[in-house]
């Protein structure tokens, strides 16, 4: 094989070069991602938003997708984001960790962080390594480290936790996840599955333990649920992708309507699909049955039909 005869000098030059070749297609292809979410094309294709159109249909790995996207949203606000990914001084990574971390911040404290703040970071991560770019983040955000566990409620009455490990707490949690990959067939990999298996474990061995048989109720509940098929009412909260599809390509924006001027809302900014008679009052996944919305109608009609009343 060629490459075999080529001097250690050449295949050091030979790579670089390469590698700059594929930095240019890099920024080429954030411009043609910036030009997609312009357009909104992804919704005329019949994909729920840009990262869906890139992992669904570019065919990016989700991690891949959402960096591409982190970089083209930035250099929406910052355009010289695209020189210096070309030319190196700025890595995808580093782009992803500071799109991450305003985004961070902004939900926290309800400010947006300004346009001077974001070139501000951009220069000063220009050739930094991942780690620095971490800490000088932190610090021009004034990110403190998140020490509180954090529950939040979800509509579907799943619930989203968020907790700060030590780093010694954290091995042990990546230990037990390699360990209970290898030894499931099925292999296990998603934290949920691994917490789910580690409580049913040690669920059965207290039970054992104490010598008590529970309930018949409640034993169905000791039962591993992640090899199993999904329960009814997930599968029915479930809408087939090709369905899915369908209702973005036929609404393509927000179709809530306004009760005193009649007009369609028509945003196009972070869409859910709506059941129209909801899934808990026997609405079904059928075409007719879905529709469109923009995020705050979605929870405005949510709250509408659970009938929550807003105590603000
Ligand atoms: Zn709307």
């Not at 695209?82 to 991450?100: A, F, H, I, R």
Request: aromatic share 4%; proline share 2%.
């Amino acid at each position: 094989m060629k490459l075999k005869k080529l001097t250690d000098q050449n295949l050091d030059s030979n790579l670089k070069e390469l590698v700059a070749g594929e930095r240019e297609i890099l920024a080429e292809i954030i411009l043609h991602i910036i030009e997609v979410e312009t357009r909104k094309l992804y919704l005329k294709l019949g994909f729920a938003s840009l990262f869906e159109y890139l992992t669904q249909h570019i065919g990016y790995a989700n991690g891949s997708a959402q960096r591409r996207i982190d970089a083209a949203r930035l250099a929406m606000v910052v355009p010289k984001v695209v020189g210096d990914l070309e030319s190196g001084d700025l890595n995808l990574s580093q782009v992803s960790l500071l799109q991450k971390s305003i985004r961070a911040v902004q939900s926290e404290s309800k400010t947006k962080v300004d346009q001077k703040t974001k070139e501000d970071l951009v220069n000063l991560l220009s050739n930094k390594s991942f780690a620095e770019s971490e800490i000088l983040v932190s610090q021009v955000l004034d990110i403190t480290p998140a020490e509180v566990t954090k529950i939040t409620n979800q509509k579907d009455e799943s619930v989203r936790l968020q907790v700060t490990l030590s780093k010694s707490q954290w091995e042990k949690l990546l230990k037990m996840r390699e360990l209970l990959s290898n030894s499931m067939p099925s292999g296990i990999s998603n934290w949920d599955q691994v917490l789910e298996y580690a409580a049913d474990k040690i669920i059965k061995l207290k039970d054992k333990s104490q010598g008590k048989q529970k309930s018949e109720n409640q034993n169905q509940n000791l039962k591993p649920h992640h090899t199993s098929e999904p329960s009814s009412s997930k599968a029915r909260q479930h809408i087939p992708i090709s369905i899915r599809r369908q209702v973005f390509q036929r609404d393509q924006c927000c179709q809530y309507l306004n009760k005193t001027t009649g007009k369609k809302c028509e945003s196009k900014w972070h869409l859910h699909i709506d059941h129209i008679q909801p899934l808990w009052a026997d609405g079904s996944n059928e075409l007719e049955n879905l529709r469109i919305l923009c995020a705050g109608h979605n929870q405005q009609v949510y709250r509408w039909q659970a009938n929550i009343n807003n105590h603000s």
